[in-house]
């Protein structure tokens, strides 16, 4: 039984250019959430989504960040227009109801050179 | 918004030695995890608290869910070189929703 998996592990972009970030949840799991992780502090929360749904969104900044989890295939996370502060850890979990508490993927380190 | 206090923010101890990190919180929570975090990787669970003043422990690990919702504690006993890692605490207010993080404790462990 697969964990979360999240790929691309590392994804290096120029400043302007699109992240595109993927969270395939473990088998049976309907429920993903976004966290982000600067370094040296703890994950941060971004969106919690099922199937075709956004259930919250209040961590996400306002412009340039969206997310999707679509009926078929994984949740993405897009980052458009990327800038320098963008550059973190993405981790990605998945649960499969609303439980208490949840397993993470291994992560995207997005650089933004 | 919620906010959780971790301490210490680092720990460097010799093997066999215990070790004891706690976090504060603001305002309750109706759980409480801890995670441990290896470089490079994603948070790994290693206890959930369901309860006001459960003692729950993993091995060599025991953490304890605050009578009053907002504090937990984490001990490791005899530590090995192994348990090097940044150690999470997080706070859930209710099933499905979001963690919110403490700012973690960098464990090192000297053989």
């Known amino acids: 039984n697969a964990g979360v998996m999240q790929n691309p592990r590392h994804l290096v972009r120029r400043r302007g250019q699109e992240a595109r970030l993927r969270c395939s949840p473990m088998k049976g799991h309907s429920h993903v959430y976004w966290y982000r992780q600067l370094p040296e502090e703890g994950l941060k929360f971004m969106v919690y989504?099922?199937?075709?749904?956004?259930?919250?969104e209040s961590g996400m900044p306002k412009e340039r960040f969206s997310a999707e989890f679509p009926k078929e295939g994984p949740s993405i996370l897009r980052i458009q227009q990327v800038v320098r502060g963008d550059s973190a850890a993405y981790f990605c979990a998945s649960s499969p109801g609303q439980a208490r508490g949840y397993t993470f993927g291994s992560g995207t380190r997005l650089t933004v050179v | 918004g919620q906010q959780l206090n971790q301490s210490p923010q680092s720990m460097f101890i010799q093997e066999g030695e215990d070790v004891s990190m706690n976090c504060t919180s603001s305002?309750?929570?109706?759980?409480w995890l801890w995670y441990k975090q290896d470089p490079g990787e994603g948070p790994v669970l290693l206890i959930a608290l369901y309860k006001a003043g459960e003692l729950t422990s993993n091995g060599r690990l025991t953490a304890q869910f605050g009578i009053t919702r907002k504090d937990s504690f984490l001990n490791i006993s005899a530590s090995i070189p192994s348990d090097v890692g940044i150690y999470f605490c997080?706070?859930?207010?209710?099933?499905?929703?979001?963690?919110?993080f403490g700012g973690g404790t960098r464990l090192m462990v000297k053989p």
């Open positions: 997080a706070g859930q207010s209710d099933a499905g929703n979001m963690l919110t």
């Open positions: 305002s309750i929570f109706n759980t």
């Open positions: 989504l099922q199937k075709e749904n956004i259930i919250d």
